[in-house]
Each structure stands twice: as structure tokens, then as C-alpha cells.
């Protein structure tokens, strides 16, 4: 495909997202029927999506128009390029620019504007982050770093690096957590990597791998991923600590994959549904990796900034005390309580730990922590509980 045409095609495919399809299925759907496209082709066109949902707004004021044309206009104008020179007509190129097109568009309007952020959601961000704001919000309109988690029970980080290494993937220590490394260059070959068909490394945020960190479980003791998902939190700390791992969640299926996962890892997780839980307890740590916005890992989801409403934010705080309020009596009479989110919102993450500490007065914080993409990954939160 030349470029011209993998802009055609992103705008078709801008187009149906933003007229309600999920971002995944346009892509996967437009693979499959355009079999012609290479791997080149199929990643170039989803860069040039996700760049322009990243920058919704901004690419919008730049292209004169919040459509898919309008916001390649915009990322070429972004890019400091000129639209005229990609949209010509020539075949399987999107049709010239008009003359309103042609004559350019306005800056964005410095704030929400600017920085990609829905209006209603900036105020909120605002008495988050205070002064980080601003460069959060820049943060979130670039691509996210590409993580590794390694495996320290199976191997050390230094030895995997230079394996990897050899193999073409460049990749370098990360600060958050001792078994992350960032990808610098190779990415897109990690998943056939004989490291992680061998259950040494993971792909991992970095501010994940730090979360999991964070989780105070002793060796040998019990811990319960309540909202275990794909079990990444749990299989981070497994690889770390021996001790005896179970998860659940509320939609068994979401951890189809664990099993599979925890036995290329080497590690032993026990998947337990929801009338099993009883007679399970008690646990030392129940973590509870909360549904929430997912406003601190926009960059990789950023269909999420813009579909997430007020009504909607209400309805997952609400969500989220359920959660943690049918989470702690399994909790051992001395066992820890883990929250945590990958948002960047008070509602979904102070006001959750206040609202349950005011629910049960017998409990008390230990401690609460935040980290946002300036840290160098996703934005998380994360508190420990216990009870007097």
C-alpha cells in the first residue's frame, strides 16, 4: 500500500468508530478483507487510527471537521506536513481537498482542547493531578511505552535482556519495578520470542509490574485476585514471591487465558468461581485490580477517553465500592485489603478508600500510592487496607 492509501484507508475506518464501532473490531474486520495489506500495511493504518483518537480534538480543529477525513487533515498538519501532498485523487489516494480544506484550519483553543480531553473530564483531572495536569494530558496523546515484565522466578532481568539482545530485541531496565524492561526496538517479534514462549517475560506496563510490587504477600501465604481478569497482577506476583495463588472474577471467562499463561510461566493458580469463594477463605491478601475508566492507560485504549460519561463514571464508582465491600470479609482477620485501579480519577481511587474506611470504621489505611504516565507507564493507583 502507498501511504496515500493507508490514510484512505484509515479515514473509512475512523469513519465507523467514530459513528460507534469499537476500535478492534473496524481493524480486525479490514484485515481479514483486505488480505492484500502486510504486516507493514496493517500496522502503519492502525498507527494512523490510534494517533488519531489519541488527538481527537486537536486533529479535528487542524482538519476542519471531526471525521475521519478531517482528522488526517489534522494529524498530517500536526506532523508538519502538507494534506495536499497525500490527499491528490491518484488511485486508491483520498480525493483532493476542497477549497475550505485547502485553506488550512484553526489552532486548537489552549486546554481541554488542545490536550485531547472532553470537556466535562478536565476540571476532574485538574483537582487530580494539580500541577501534572497539563503534562499528563500531553502524555496521554502520544503512543505508550512497550513493557516487559520478567519472570524472576524462572530468570534474572539482566540475563534476559541480553538474551533478548542477541535475538534483535532492544530493550533496557525500567525504574519502576525491578522486573520490568522497556522495548526500545523489536516489539512486534516478542510474542514468537522463545523468552516468552517460555514463560520468562510477559508484556507488562511498567506502573503494573510497580502495583503488583506493592502487594505485601509473604512467601508461602494465600492470595486472592478477586478481579483477576487476564491474571496479570497475579502472575506478577507469583513471579516473585512463592506462595499459594487463587483468582476469580464476576465473568469466569475473562480468565480463559490464565491457566494457559501460569503454566507457561511455571507458576500454579487456582481459578475459583464465585459459590467457591466461602469456603476457599480466608486469604492474607485479597487484591482487588477494580473495573474502572481506565483513564491512566488512554494511550493504549483511547476509544475509552471519549465513550467514558458522567453517568457512566457513576455508575463504576458504585461498581467499585460493591467490589471492595464483598471483597474484605475474605479477607484473614490480619490480612490485607489491596485496591487498585488504572485511573488517574479521585473518584475511582481516594474517594473509594474514604468511602469504604467510612463504611467500616474497624478498618484503616495502611498506605495509598499513585503513579501517572510521568513516572514512565500507565497511570495506576493503588492503597492497603486492614482491619483493627
Keep these: 500500500m502507498t501511504p496515500a492509501a493507508r490514510v484512505a484507508a484509515a479515514i ?18 479490514w484485515a481479514r478483507s483486505n488480505r492484500y495489506a502486510g504486516s507493514k500495511d496493517r500496522a502503519a493504518v492502525r498507527d494512523h487510527v490510534f494517533d488519531a483518537l489519541r488527538c481527537r480534538r486537536s486533529f479535528a480543529a487542524l482538519g476542519g471537521a ?31 481537498l ?17 490536550l485531547d480531553c472532553p470537556d466535562w473530564l478536565f476540571p476532574l483531572l485538574s483537582t487530580a493531578l494539580g500541577d501534572d495536569r497539563d503534562p499528563v494530558l500531553a502524555l496521554l496523546r502520544s503512543r505508550a511505552p512497550v513493557h516487559l515484565r520478567v519472570n524472576l522466578r524462572a530468570a534474572g532481568r539482566e540475563a534476559v535482556r541480553i538474551a533478548l539482545a542477541g535475538r534483535g530485541i532492544e530493550t533496557r531496565p525500567h525504574a519502576l519495578s525491578p522486573s520490568a524492561l522497556e522495548v526500545v526496538t523489536g516489539a512486534r517479534g516478542l510474542r514468537n520470542d ?35 481478569g487476564g491474571g496479570g497482577k497475579t502472575l506478577a506476583v507469583a513471579g516473585r514471591v512463592a ?20 503454566e507457561r510461566a511455571g507458576l500454579d493458580v487456582r481459578c475459583l468461581a464465585t459459590d467457591e469463594l466461602a469456603a476457599a477463605d480466608p486469604f492474607d491478601v485479597v487484591l482487588c485490580d477494580a473495573p474502572c475508566s481506565g483513564s491512566g492507560s488512554w494511550r493504549r485504549d483511547p476509544e475509552g477517553k471519549w465513550t467514558l460519561t458522567p453517568d457512566r463514571l457513576a455508575d463504576l464508582a458504585g ?15 490480619d490480612g490485607v485489603l489491596v485496591y487498585a485501579t488504572c485511573s ?20 484503616r489505611c495502611l498506605w495509598q500510592r499513585r503513579f501517572t504516565p510521568l513516572d514512565g507507564g500507565d497511570g495506576f493507583f493503588s492503597a492497603a487496607l486492614t482491619a483493627q
Excluded at 473509512?12 to 474486520?29: F, N
Excluded at 497525500?86 to 483532493?96: C, E, H, K, V
Excluded at 506462595?243 to 501460569?262: E, N, S, T, Y
Excluded at 461498581?319 to 482477620?333: N, Y
Design 98 to 114: 476542497t477549497a475550505s480544506e485547502a485553506e488550512g484550519a484553526r489552532a486548537p483553543v489552549p486546554g481541554a482542547e488542545a
Design 66 to 96: 471531526a471525521t475521519g477525513r478531517g482528522l488526517m487533515i489534522g494529524a498530517i498538519r500536526a506532523a508538519g506536513g502538507n494534506p495536499a501532498e497525500i490527499f491528490t485523487g491518484d488511485r486508491f489516494a483520498p480525493l483532493p
Design 194 to 228: 522463545p523468552a516468552y514462549l517460555a514463560g520468562e517475560i510477559e508484556l507488562q506496563d511498567a506502573a503494573s509490574q510497580a502495583v503488583a510490587d506493592l502487594v505485601p504477600l509473604k512467601p508461602g501465604r494465600r492470595l486472592l485476585d478477586f478481579c483477576a
Design 344 to 363: 488517574l480519577l479521585d473518584a475511582e481511587n481516594r474517594d473509594q478508600v474514604a468511602g469504604f474506611l467510612s463504611r467500616n470504621p474497624r478498618w
Design 12 to 29: 473509512d475506518l475512523l469513519d465507523g468508530i467514530l459513528a460507534g464501532e469499537a476500535a478492534e473490531k473496524a481493524l480486525t474486520a
Design 319 to 333: 461498581l467499585q465500592a460493591r467490589i471492595l465491600d464483598a471483597a474484605a470479609p475474605l479477607a484473614a482477620q
Design 243 to 262: 506462595g499459594h495463588f487463587f483468582a476469580h472474577d464476576a465473568v469466569p471467562r475473562r480468565m480463559a487465558d490464565l491457566p494457559v499463561r501460569a
